[in-house]
């Protein structure tokens, strides 16, 4: 599927202040490619006793003109959209940016009500994307970070997407590129602190010699670029997260995988925990392979 030049964003009730808005429209300009803005209503709340369904869709249109006023407004020439659409949230924003670069959503969810948190909407959203998806903390603005574009990258996962999702986003900013790697002890050598140390000790020394040779290949690939690589030791999200606190990303970048249809749906434990947790704007990569 060829990928359309325009950049989705989820918006609800909140978007002055979700951060989400604010981030696409500095891609959008960095871009040059026009955002596509999607208020969607859920079309369960439609039966909901004592719900006025005409106020609700009377709101959302409001809601609506008003982004498309704040998109009119805004710096730059490109043709900004803001439209409405009705059904689950998730699914309609997954759908509609379907064959686009890329889907912005805020921390906070995106329903009318509060109690849709990360591990509703926005966690659904990820985890049946199939293009990235950035998701950006509440109140974000674009001076909150100033360190680099940080890449979570681990043994197994096919990490192409990933990277050139990352040096894309770094190429634009004018931002080095680091790849943090965290690894931790298999639960079988805790009991041993003989055996520990020099497992630890091996681990280490083959995990920056791997990365490194990692950060070889993409150097030659794009000798324009910087590239640092980081290893530590500690659990895998708090490693994540707190490299990219360290480091003062401006944008953390990490890879899902959906082997199969209904597994994406669901979240791995470390994505879901860094969705959590990031202070940053987070991308998640799908697998090309995704659908």
Same mark, same amino acid.
């Given at each position: =599927? *060829?990928?359309?030049? #325009?950049?989705?964003?989820? #918006?609800?009730?909140?978007?002055?202040?979700?951060?989400?808005?604010?981030?696409?429209?500095?891609? *959008?300009?960095? %871009?040059?490619?026009?955002?596509?803005?999607?208020?969607?209503?859920?079309?369960?709340?439609?039966? #909901?006793?004592?719900? +006025?369904?005409?106020?609700?869709?009377?709101?959302?249109?409001?809601?609506?003109?008003?982004?498309?006023?704040?998109?009119? +407004?805004?710096?730059?020439?490109?043709?900004?959209?803001?439209?409405?659409? @009705?059904?689950?949230?998730?699914?309609?924003?997954?759908?509609?940016?379907?064959?686009?670069?890329?889907?912005?959503?805020?921390?906070?969810?995106? /329903?009318?009500?509060?109690?849709?948190?990360?591990?509703?909407?926005?966690?659904?959203?990820?985890?049946?994307?199939?293009?990235?998806?950035?998701?950006?903390?509440?109140?974000?603005?674009? *001076?909150?970070?100033?360190?680099?574009? $940080?890449?979570?990258?681990?043994?197994?996962?096919?990490?192409?997407?990933? =990277?050139?999702?990352?040096?894309?986003?770094?190429?634009?900013?004018?931002?080095?590129?680091?790849?943090?790697?965290?690894?931790?002890?298999?639960?079988?050598?805790?009991?041993?602190?003989?055996?520990?140390? /020099?497992?630890?000790?091996?681990?280490?020394?083959?995990?920056?010699?791997?990365?490194?040779?990692? #950060?070889?290949?993409? %150097?030659?690939?794009?000798?324009?670029?910087?590239?640092? @690589?980081?290893?530590?030791? /500690?659990?895998? @999200?708090?490693?994540?997260?707190?490299?990219?606190?360290?480091?003062?990303?401006?944008?953390?970048? $990490?890879?899902?995988?959906?082997?199969?249809?209904?597994?994406?749906?669901?979240?791995?434990?470390?994505?879901? /925990? @860094?969705?959590?947790?990031?202070?940053?704007?987070?991308?998640?990569?799908?697998?090309? *392979?995704?659908?």
């Amino acid at each position: =599927m *060829s990928v359309k030049p #325009v950049i989705h964003v989820g #918006v609800d009730g909140s978007w002055r202040d979700t951060g989400a808005l604010e981030w696409a429209l500095q891609e *959008s300009l960095l %871009r040059r490619e026009p955002l596509q803005v999607v208020h969607v209503i859920d079309e369960k709340l439609r039966h #909901v006793p004592g719900w +006025e369904g005409d106020a609700v869709d009377d709101a959302s249109m409001e809601l609506v003109n008003d982004v498309q006023k704040y998109l009119d +407004e805004s710096p730059g020439t490109l043709d900004n959209e803001a439209d409405l659409m @009705v059904g689950p949230p998730a699914r309609k924003l997954a759908q509609a940016a379907a064959d686009s670069r890329m889907l912005v959503v805020g921390r906070r969810g995106l /329903g009318t009500f509060k109690r849709l948190l990360v591990g509703s909407t926005s966690e659904a959203v990820v985890a049946q994307a199939t293009v990235p998806v950035v998701v950006v903390p509440e109140h974000w603005k674009p *001076s909150d970070h100033a360190g680099p574009v $940080l890449v979570a990258l681990d043994n197994d996962a096919e990490n192409v997407a990933v =990277m050139e999702f990352a040096v894309a986003e770094a190429t634009e900013r004018g931002l080095p590129i680091r790849l943090v790697h965290v690894w931790d002890l298999p639960a079988m050598y805790s009991w041993d602190a003989i055996n520990v140390a /020099g497992v630890s000790a091996e681990l280490a020394d083959n995990a920056e010699r791997r990365f490194e040779k990692v #950060v070889a290949e993409w %150097r030659q690939k794009y000798p324009g670029r910087i590239f640092e @690589v980081e290893v530590r030791r /500690g659990h895998l @999200v708090d490693g994540i997260v707190t490299a990219a606190e360290d480091a003062d990303a401006q944008l953390l970048v $990490l890879g899902t995988r959906h082997p199969t249809r209904m597994a994406s749906f669901l979240l791995g434990s470390v994505t879901r /925990g @860094v969705l959590h947790h990031a202070t940053c704007p987070l991308a998640i990569v799908p697998a090309p *392979s995704a659908s």
